[in-house]
């Protein structure tokens, strides 16, 4: 089987940080959005928005940029996008799924910060891995470095669900299905494995938003714990787009006037995109 390609899109970065902030505080978020994750007849496509917003699946703040995009189709090799096009809020492409199964649609980078004092003076940089040691200043102090592996992706379904697009990529933070992805229905329940690396991440915390919160007003989020297996359920409460968070480490509640430990060496951070149709 042909691993999953990673690449990473440094003109992400920016945006990709977002994810860094704790889940009930997000400001903004990032996501794939398909025209649908269900597709019949004999020439299937899907249309895919990528972008940043306050909400899920709002365009109101960037595009996400397309260079670090990958798409796994049901054989395990990649697919190449069509009609790619980036504007003012988001970013468009289409995907012919030209054989039947599931195809993984993920932006994958890896992103630094690090904070600093320069002089007596605090400093804060975000860029590339590769351009951390080039745009640190030798004369710096003080210096914490975190490192951030993040996955953006969704799952598209030609005809019926499976292949090799749903086995684990092993690097970085996976949300995985336990069941077929088009056969969401609201009331039901479904079953997800979380990994890290590829192993079980146990006790992780992970937050379930249905899109259109302009028209309802309240969030209406939906959070669930993985077990020692690394696995959490879901009953879907109404039939929607579901925007999927979770990042690792947790960040340290820090009581009010008390220093904040120092960031970890390294982060993970995943959002996905599933579909819950109605009954």
Do not use: C
């Not at 790619?84 to 809020?89: H, I, Q």
């Not at 697009?165 to 996976?174: H, M």
């Not at 056969?183 to 899109?211: C, I, M, N, W």
């Amino acid at each position: 089987m042909q691993k999953h390609r990673l690449t990473v899109n440094t003109s992400l970065l920016a945006t990709l940080v977002l994810a860094l902030l704790p889940l009930a505080a997000e400001a903004h978020r990032s996501f794939l959005l398909p025209s649908t994750t269900a597709v019949e007849g004999k020439d299937p496509w899907v249309t895919v928005d990528a972008a940043v917003g306050e909400n899920a699946f709002e365009f109101d703040a960037n595009p996400l940029k397309l260079d670090g995009l990958s798409i796994i189709g049901p054989d395990g090799k990649a697919v190449l996008p069509a009609q790619t096009f980036t504007g003012k809020r988001r970013s468009v492409f289409d995907v012919q799924l030209a054989k039947p199964g599931s195809y993984r649609i993920a932006l994958v980078g890896e992103n630094a910060m690090a904070n600093y004092k320069l002089n007596g003076e605090a400093k804060r940089w975000r860029g590339s891995v590769e351009a951390l040691e080039k745009e640190i200043p030798a004369g710096a102090s003080e210096l914490q470095v975190t490192r951030t592996h993040s996955r953006i992706e969704t799952i598209v379904v030609a005809g019926k669900a499976g292949g090799e697009a749903l086995k684990p990529a092993g690097v970085g933070l996976e949300v995985l299905p336990l069941s077929a992805t088009d056969e969401y229905h609201a009331g039901e329940t479904a079953r997800f494995r979380v990994l890290l690396d590829g192993k079980p991440l146990p006790e992780l915390k992970v937050a379930l938003v249905p899109g259109n919160v302009r028209y309802r007003g309240v969030l209406r989020e939906v959070t669930a714990t993985t077990d020692a297996k690394g696995e959490f359920s879901v009953t879907w409460p109404f039939a929607e787009m579901y925007w999927i968070s979770a990042s690792h480490p947790a960040r340290p509640v820090v009581a009010e006037g008390q220093p904040r430990p120092a960031p970890p060496a390294k982060r993970w951070t995943y959002a996905g995109t599933v579909e819950v149709q109605a009954q």
